[in-house]
Every structure is written in C-alpha cells, then in structure tokens.
C-alpha cells in the first residue's frame, strides 16, 4: 500500500512540474516590447493545455505542444509610455508581467568593451545625476556557456535611473540613449556581452563549418578536451601559481610591476570561447524575442593575427546573416571598428592584426546590406584597450540607425574610401559620406597618409584637401600606385573628418600581401 501511493505521489509530482507555466526570463517586469511588428509571446504549460495571452486590449490563444511550449504573436503595436500588464493563463494557473512599454528594442552583444559600463566611463558622476530615464531599460543577462542551444537564460530587466546606470552597458545605454531622445519613444535595451571572447563562441555551430581556420581550432580544443582531467588542471595551475608568485617577489624586488596571476584553466567544452557555445547560452535564449535590430561591440579578441582579422569580415557577415535567420528578419546590423590603441605609429604603414581587423570591418560596413560600423579611430587610449569615451561609441552607433533605420535625414558618418584616380606623380583619393565636407581636424596638414610605387615600399606622404578630394604625394615616390591613411595600431594625429566631425575610417588602396603575420 505504502509502495503504492509513493507512486501515485511521483506521478503527482511530475504531473505538476510539466503543468506549471513557464515563461523566459526575458519576459518579466519592466519589459519593453517591440513596436510595429508582431510580438511574440511564449512559454511553456502542460502538453496540450490551452493558453491564453491579453495585452493592451489583444486576447490571444494558443495550444501547448507536446513539449509544452506555447507560442502566439500579438498584433504590431504603437510605441507606447503607459505602463501595461502582461496577463498569461492556462488552467488554474496564471502570471501577470507588469510596468511594460512599448517602443524600440535592440540586442546589444560582443565582448569587454559592451560589457563596460557607465560607472567605468567618463563623467560618471555627471551621467549618473541626469540618468532619470524611465523610458529607457535594459534587461542585463548574466554570462552563461553551453554545448547545446538553451531556452532560456538568467537576468533582470532595470529601468534607467541614478541608482541603477551604474551597472549598464555603457555603449549600449549612449546608444539607447540618443535614439530615445531623438524618437521619443521608450527603448529597451538587451545587453548579452563577455569579456575576451572571440566572435565564433557567439556563432551558431552549423555556421563555422565553412571557415577552415575555426574548424582547425576546434578540433584542437575537441582534441585537449579528450585528454583533460581536472586532477591534471589542478596540477598544473598550483605549479603556474608558484611560478607567479616567484616572478611577482623578484619583479617587486627590481621595482617594477609583476605578471598577472595566472587563471584556472576550465575544461575546453565549457570555455566561453569554445565555438557556439555563447551563441548556445546567451543569444539563443532570446529568439523570437521581437527587436528592432542589433550592436556589436567585439573584435579584439580576433586580432591576434593577420591571417584571423583578415577572415573577421567574412565571420561577422556570417554571424548576422545567423541572427538575422533566426529572427526571421533582416534586421539592421551595427558594429564598432576598433579604436586606436598600443604604441603610437612609428613606420608609414604597421601591418599588424589590429590594423587588418579594422579592414574587415571597414568592407563589412561597405559591402553588407542593412549593416554599418561606427569608426572610433580618434578615441581611443595607448594603454587602455577599454576606452573611457563610450559617450562617442553609442553616439555613433545611434547616427547610423537614426539616418539608416530611422530615415533621418542626417550626416551618420565619417568619410569612406571611395576611389583613387592617378596624376602624375600624385593620388586623387574621393570619398563616400563627406558630408557638408572633408576637413583637417585641428589644423592643415592632414596626417598620417602614406604612398608608394609598384615596388610596395611606403613612405610618409603630403596630403592636401582639393576640390573635395584628398591629394597625396611625396617627392620619393615619382609613380605612385598606392596610398594608405592611418594604417597602424594608434595613428596617433590622424585628422582627415566631415565637417559634421566624424573621422574618415583607415584605408589602403591596394591589396597586397601583408608584410606581418
């Protein structure tokens, strides 16, 4: 008898666990949702149970399947400040989401320079006094890996106040922040970021299979996961510690700085950096979640070689092509070209990684439909690779969606190579998003270009704006064939912006072979 009903209370148990009403996490109080589309709406109930969803006056029913999930979509709304109430029902259960507004949602996603906040940038005290922004909230997900693509995630949506923009996105809340302003809408703000990670972890498995370099590196992790023991690990990181310890002593003895303390190594299957496994756990999640589109704030991770930022461009069309599947829309795409930073340019031209990954941008941004790139080359530090400006950064970003999602009739950018015309022994070099103008900021002359002939040797070149081009020259260079502008690491003093006071991205006119690895 008593085996009998222990069964029978089992069966209860699992009974209920299946009937309880589920929803993603993304789903709770102070959400915003989409405007001018249709929203999707789900959750999970018992198999077969009938659910039904009302918002705004809509009353929506959908049925359960046999996994338990449940899905409708609500008809397109207008952008709306009111506060509403999400009510979902199935059965005797029932959940009520509440202070939601409707307006403009973006995913905002990349690695530690997203994942910065406003307490880290300039003027925070000043942000942080005029940051009462109720209109603007940003649901923070906390980082998370996985082999498998997961349904749901762990976070909290925040409305923007004094108390709480200290712990936003500070790309992503300037960017919010400037779109709220000039649509006057509320906007909600996605922020799924993780510092050091490279571009394939946010990139779905099936999707890297095309790109040799990412499979070869897989397989070398496949290859350490197979042979890793945690008794190994263990091992070695107490041997690396003593190492260290020994290195700081003797370092502090000489007066100077010691290394880092070395981390634990994480077995290669549960790495942030294992391919697809953020996508897997930190974007994944939020599909079908309606948004308007997405920012990116990633790279620095893929510049450690010539031969990886070079193949950038083609991983980050590739990752938006993804995302844009998965929601099932090509929703607009905008990224950040990395900034200056490191030591400042010596030679004319430094083919480095850094400098090849701001190419793959620069022809992600010309070449990509629905997608554009905010460039940053004058804000950024020689020995911070977390640039405190991000006042700039979100700035940025927000032009181009304000004048190419928005239809605002604006200036989103800084000059773009267009074309080079040869004369004599001089370069014609004309320009996209000129704007009201090229000029040299702060002063003639324009610096940092350089120019050379068939023999691929550059040399520092005069450059000069005429008739809205720029002319470039050198008198050791009699037959030019190329010229290149801010081609290092930090071009420090590179000048050549639109009067509107966005600077012109890097450049090079050829397509030769780097000199670097």
């Not at 070689?305 to 990752?319: F, G, H, P, V």
Request: aromatic share 10%.
């Amino acid at each position: 008898m008593k085996v009998w009903m222990i069964g029978i209370i089992a069966f209860l148990a699992v009974g209920s666990a299946w009937a309880e009403l589920r929803l993603p996490v993304v789903f709770s109080d102070g959400m915003v949702l989409q405007r001018d589309q249709k929203v999707a709406v789900w959750g999970w109930a018992d198999p077969g149970a009938e659910v039904t969803v009302s918002f705004g006056g809509q009353e929506k029913i959908a049925k359960a399947g046999k996994d338990g999930r449940f899905m409708v979509k609500l008809k397109k709304m207008k952008a709306s400040a009111e506060p509403k109430v999400l009510k979902i029902t199935s059965g005797t259960e029932s959940k009520a989401i509440k202070n939601i507004l409707v307006g403009e949602v973006w995913l905002c996603s990349g690695q530690s320079n997203m994942a910065m906040t406003v307490g880290k940038s300039d003027n925070f005290e000043k942000e942080q006094a005029a940051a009462n922004h109720p209109l603007i909230r940003m649901f923070i997900n906390e980082r998370n890996v996985s082999l498998e693509p997961l349904d749901d995630c762990t976070g909290a949506w925040n409305v923007c106040t004094p108390e709480t923009v200290g712990g936003f996105s500070a790309a992503a809340y300037f960017f919010g922040r400037e779109i709220q302003q000039e649509l006057d809408v509320p906007v909600g703000l996605i922020h799924t970021s993780w510092g050091g990670t490279r571009i394939e972890s946010w990139s779905p498995m099936a999707s890297l299979e095309q790109f040799p370099l990412v499979m070869e590196s897989k397989a070398k992790q496949d290859q350490w996961a197979a042979n890793f023991t945690e008794e190994r690990s263990k091992k070695q990181y107490v041997e690396a510690v003593a190492k260290w310890e020994s290195a700081v002593k003797k370092a502090k003895a000489n007066g100077k700085k010691g290394p880092k303390k070395p981390k634990k190594s994480t077995h290669p299957h549960k790495s942030q950096n294992y391919p697809a496994n953020l996508y897997n756990a930190m974007i994944n999640p939020f599909v079908p979640y309606g948004i308007r589109g997405a920012i990116w704030y990633q790279g620095e991770a893929n510049a450690h070689s010539i031969k990886e930022a070079m193949l950038y461009r083609d991983l980050l069309e590739n990752l938006a092509t993804e995302w844009r599947k998965d929601w099932g829309s090509k929703f607009p795409f905008y990224a950040v070209q990395l900034v200056n930073y490191k030591k400042p340019q010596v030679a004319p031209v430094e083919d480095t990684g850094w400098v090849f990954i701001r190419e793959s941008f620069l022809n992600f941004h010309k070449e990509v439909p629905n997608a554009g790139i905010a460039v940053t080359i004058d804000i950024g530090m020689e020995k911070n690779i977390h640039p405190t400006n991000k006042q700039a950064v979100g700035y940025r970003l927000a032009q181009q969606a304000l004048a190419k999602t928005y239809g605002k009739d604006i200036v989103a950018g800084g000059p773009i190579y267009k074309s080079m015309k040869k004369d004599g022994n001089k370069i014609a070099i004309k320009f996209d998003d000129i704007g009201s103008g090229l000029v040299e900021q702060g002063g003639t002359p324009l610096k940092t270009f350089a120019i050379a002939g068939a023999d691929q040797k550059f040399v520092a070149a005069q450059a000069a704006i005429v008739d809205g081009a720029v002319v470039v020259s050198s008198t050791e260079v009699a037959d030019p064939v190329a010229v290149r502008y801010a081609w290092a690491d930090n071009p420090v003093g590179c000048n050549l912006f639109n009067k509107e006071g966005f600077p012109a991205s890097p450049f090079r006119t050829d397509d030769w072979a780097p000199t670097g690895e």
